[in-house]
């Protein structure tokens, strides 16, 4: 569920209805148009509490930055996972989800960030992103 795309009263619908089925459900706060410098990750921020809040199950999120990702997962009782976002050079995704992960984050939800350089280098990146994952430090 992309919170925000459908509203909150859709994501609450669809979290109800995956409950009842006993299916999780993954939310990402998403915003729309533009805002002004912090707005965004203030937004998201407020969306990630209402998505804990209506039940979601896992909140997956863009990287905001230690400090803001520390206070949101206190504040957030459920799995944080940190999107994989612009595609970027694969040391820095690699220091992002370090980073995340000792800020709080429980895991990461990736795509071109790991298959975007062909299939030596998805392997390659994911063999890192494992070792990262079962050791942060």
Do not use: Y
């Not at 509490?49 to 400090?67: S, T």
């Amino acid at each position: 569920v992309r919170a925000g795309r459908f509203g909150d009263r859709e994501a609450v619908r669809v979290v109800r209805d995956a409950s009842a089925l006993s299916v999780k459900v993954v939310v990402e706060p998403v915003t729309a148009g533009e805002h002004p410098d912090g707005a965004e990750l203030d937004i998201v921020g407020d969306a990630a509490r209402v998505a804990a809040e209506i039940g979601a199950d896992i909140l997956k999120i863009p990287f905001p930055g230690a400090e803001r990702l520390k206070s949101w997962t206190r504040i957030v009782p459920i799995p944080v996972w940190i999107l994989g976002g612009e595609l970027c050079n694969k040391d820095q995704v690699l220091q992002i989800v370090r980073t995340a992960l000792r800020s709080g984050a429980s895991g990461v939800a990736m795509g071109r960030n790991v298959w975007g350089n062909g299939l030596t280098a998805m392997e390659e990146m994911m063999a890192e992103l494992r070792n990262i994952l079962d050791d942060p430090e």
